[in-house]
Nanobody, 123 residues
Framework: QVQLVESGGGLVQAGGSLRLSCAAS????????MGWFRQAPGKEREFVAA???????YYADSVKGRFTISRDDAKNTVYLQMNSLKPEDTAVYYC?????????????????WGQGAQVTVSS
């Protein structure tokens, strides 16, 4: 069983930055493929970014060039650096871990999920 705990959410003005962290339990974190998703009120959960074991990355078009996903395997942590934030980035952000190989944007392909962190961007 893997437990994921997000932190770093909050309120920021448009154009500002935030960094989300996701700490994972377990001794095999380095083998997981990690992802970030978000869900805005009244909308479905959507893919944000994914990161493989060899640092390969995959981003949604809506965040490409503004968000960066990274990992520190020594700390069992994955990060989401969010720059140039927009009001439409407001959502609950979820960290997810995938045991199988391969980058994917499909939520159903991920095996474990965190509880979510609220990010609110004011205009």
């Amino acid at each position: 069983q893997v437990q994921l705990v997000e932190s770093g959410g909050g309120l920021v003005q448009a154009g500002g930055s935030l960094r989300l962290s996701c700490a994972a339990s377990g001794r095999t974190f380095s083998t997981y493929w990690m992802g970030w998703f978000r869900q805005a009120p009244g909308k479905e959960r959507e893919f944000v970014a994914a990161l493989g074991r060899t640092s390969s990355t995959y981003y949604a078009d809506s965040v490409k060039g503004r968000f960066t996903i990274s990992r520190d395997d020594a700390k069992n942590t994955v990060y989401l650096q969010m720059n140039s934030l927009k009001p439409e980035d407001t959502a609950v952000y979820y960290c997810a871990a995938r045991i199988a190989l391969g980058l994917t944007s499909m939520a159903e392909d991920y095996d474990y999920w965190g509880q979510g962190a609220q990010v609110t961007v004011s205009s």
